[in-house]
């Protein structure tokens, strides 16, 4: 059986070649046009970045090589419940195929192989707080990983360019394999009084860490590989992906820029909304003292949190302009496994409730769900109530993106990035000419 690196490299030296020849052929193409808004509106939209593994529709929302999340549903390799294991999501977005049962469990293996954190990575973790926010604790959890780097130290020897993709290779694979161990580490240590759960190597990379977090319930397992599988990547631009991939082109090796990248998903417009879904979900319920609130009722709530010039966590996107099919599939995953919740419940009802309140404002893009909406209710029903911890598994799920991209960038021999900024003089000098 060909290796997954094998396969990539002869995909990558393929494309490399190809890409060469378009940017001799049509280099000076244009593909876009920049207007003043776009400055000084977050650079939305602006096509400025070759990203392989996925792209974003703004209607029907994310393709992971082509493939819909209802389509990596039905074509990968599956857990015993059906639901996608996301190790096979990681070998489409380095392949463009979509691999046999045999090749996932073999990268399976391999990851259980390379799943070693050296000890100092422990230590440097126990030496904080055991109230730093989980976030900063994976942070340097993987910038304590660092020191382990294979591209850096090649790099000091030498390596030539050629060679760059193949130790960002290594050391993605390394960091994707080690992560689950310490992301679980942080969870048992902040919450669970330290009391850690030895890896399984028998299982997947999803239900290992949902072992290593304290849970072997099937269900549970099924659930962490959705999660892990539809949040792993959403194009390049998204802030955590540009962010890894900005660092990443400096040739930082994946240790730095995946952690960078991780510094800005723990930001509350980007990964941080899926706790703060969740806090907001609770502090509403505290407040009209039921679980169960009406339609009314959240209507009210609602209005309140705008009113106290707050955002709605949640709700609205960059991108999208319809509900997230993230969003959707976690719905769907609730109606197939899980019966009456009342958190579940309101997270619908409040589904019906936001989108006509925040249409109504008339500035608000989308007013519809993104996937941090209906995450954290699924997370509590299995018992993870402990919400600061919740965009730590987006991280690591979005380590499967992020570092697949970054291997094609080194494979692509991306050059350092560099856009263009300008001074708010120049814009008035434009605007007056
Ligand atoms: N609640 C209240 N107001 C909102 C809103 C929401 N959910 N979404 C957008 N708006 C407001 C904006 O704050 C902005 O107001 P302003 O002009 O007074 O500053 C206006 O509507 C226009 O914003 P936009 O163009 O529709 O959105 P954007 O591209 O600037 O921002 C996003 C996108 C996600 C940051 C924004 O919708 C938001 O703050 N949502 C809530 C936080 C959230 O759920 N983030 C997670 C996104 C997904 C992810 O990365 N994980």
Known sequence: MESLKQKFAEKAIALYQELREINKAHGDLKVDEVTLGQITGGARSIKMMLWETSQLDAIKGI????????ELKELLPSGPQGEPKPEGLFWLMLTGEIPTAAEVDGLTADWHARAGVPDQVFKTLDSLPEDTHPMTQFTIGIMAMQPTSIFERRYAEGMPKS????????????????????AAYIYRRAFKGGKHIAPDTTLDYSANYAHMLGSDDEDFRSL??????IHADHEGGNASAHTVNLVGSTLSDP????????????????GLANQEVIKWIFEMI?????????????????????????????YGHAVLR?????????????????KDSNLITTVWNIFDVVPPILEGLG?????????????????????FREYSYYTVLFGVSRALGVLAAGIWSRALGMPLERPKSVTSDWLKAQVNK
């Open 63 to 70: 393709r992971f090589r082509g493939y819909s999340i209802p």
């Open 163 to 182: 060679e760059y993709w193949d130790a960002v290779y290594e050391d993605s694979m390394n960091l994707i394999a080690r992560l689950p161990r310490v």
């Open 224 to 229: 962490m590989r959705l999660y892990l599988t």
């Open 255 to 270: 240790y730095l820029s995946f952690a960078a990248g991780m510094n800005a998903l723990a930001g509350p417009l980007h």
């Open 286 to 314: 505290e407040a009209l003292g039921t679980d169960r609130p009406t339609k009314e009722q959240i209507a009210d709530y609602v209005n309140n949190t705008l009113a106290e010039g707050k955002v709605i966590p949640g």
């Open 322 to 338: 319809e509900p997230d099919p993230r969003f959707t599939a976690q719905r769907k995953f609730a109606e197939q496994y899980i």
């Open 363 to 383: 500035k608000v893009k989308n007013p519809w769900p993104n996937v941090d909406a209906h995450s954290g209710a699924l997370l509590v029903h299995y018992g």
